[in-house]
């Protein structure tokens, strides 16, 4: 299974093409009896050719139809009173209603859809994939919901950090509409990004700069970010810069405010699961909800 390709890991690699050869590797080595799953939306994993039978997933746009031989999401849309997010799933001119009441962000949908296409392979029928993606719960640091201090909701996405994920993580943010709630991005450096470090974080500030009501980078390549939302327009008051994640433990508390949405995000070496340590609402239950809580990771803070 291919689910992108992207500016991640370029420090390692000359080009975006190198990443795909390098991926494509893995397509062309699965046997001919076996199943090569793509993301459709991708381009450059859609047009990835192998021997082994191919299966296809994405989002539908509106104007276009299922095309039966595609696993792919329609009418996606907010759920309101239950929560999260409802559309309908498409394969073989057969189309099942799907709710998942714990997953915000449309780009989540793809883990869905990604895992709905292997259950077809091992001859699950929609109603059945339905029924279990119901259970469907982010892992942590990866855009889970979390109650905060002050009656705040954290968007917990510390996993890691790339500009494509951190653009999908502002656009949910974004999409929350809830009356009076500010909403708050801390976004961190994003590594590993080579010769489109500057670039990858100043279109993050491109994007950010209208999404959010405050933002707080942290690092010196965050600093690109804030750089560019003050170019695109963003009003000094509304923007806060660290150097270090530590930094923000002394003053965090006292930025937010009730009924705040925080957004936080970024690369695994910025540690940024600590800042939702500090302001989740459970703080003793870190080690079951948040990202690397073990005894290694911990020394390491």
Do not use: C
Request: proline share 5%; aromatic share 4%; charged share 30%.
């Amino acid at each position: 299974m291919i689910t992108s390709v992207g500016p991640s890991h370029l420090e390692f690699f000359e080009s975006l093409e190198a990443i795909r050869k390098e991926k494509e590797k893995l397509v062309k080595a699965v046997s001919p009896d076996g199943l090569i799953v793509l993301n459709r939306d991708d381009p450059a994993v859609a047009a990835m050719k192998g021997r082994a039978s191919t299966l296809k997933y994405g989002l539908l746009k509106d104007e276009e139809r299922p095309s039966g031989e595609e696993v792919v999401a329609s009418d996606i849309r907010l759920v309101s009173g239950e929560g999260g997010l409802g559309f309908k799933l498409n394969y073989k001119g057969n189309s099942v209603p799907v709710h998942l009441p714990k997953i915000i962000g449309r780009h989540q949908i793809y883990a869905s859809l990604a895992a709905a296409a292997v259950g077809t392979y091992f001859k699950l029928n929609l109603i059945k994939i339905s029924e279990s993606l119901k259970d469907f719960q982010a892992p942590p640091g990866r855009m889970r919901l979390l109650p905060g201090i002050k009656n705040t909701l954290i968007i917990d996405d510390t996993y890691n950090a790339a500009p494509l994920s951190t653009i999908a993580a502002l656009r949910t943010l974004a999409e929350i509409t809830l009356p009076g709630k500010r909403k708050v991005a801390i976004l961190g450096d994003m590594l590993e990004l080579g010769a489109a470090t500057e670039a990858g974080h100043r279109k993050v500030g491109r994007v950010a700069h209208s999404m959010v009501d405050l933002l707080i980078t942290v690092g010196d390549r965050a600093n690109f970010i804030s750089d560019e939302a003050r170019r695109a327009g963003m009003p000094e008051e509304k923007i806060i810069e660290y150097n270090y994640t530590d930094e923000v433990l002394e003053d965090i508390e006292n930025i937010l405010k009730p009924n705040d949405v925080i957004l936080v995000k970024g690369s695994q070496a910025m540690r940024m699961e600590k800042i939702v340590k500090d302001i989740m609402f459970e703080p003793l239950a870190a080690e079951e909800l948040l990202v690397r809580q073990n005894e290694e990771w911990v020394k390491k803070m």
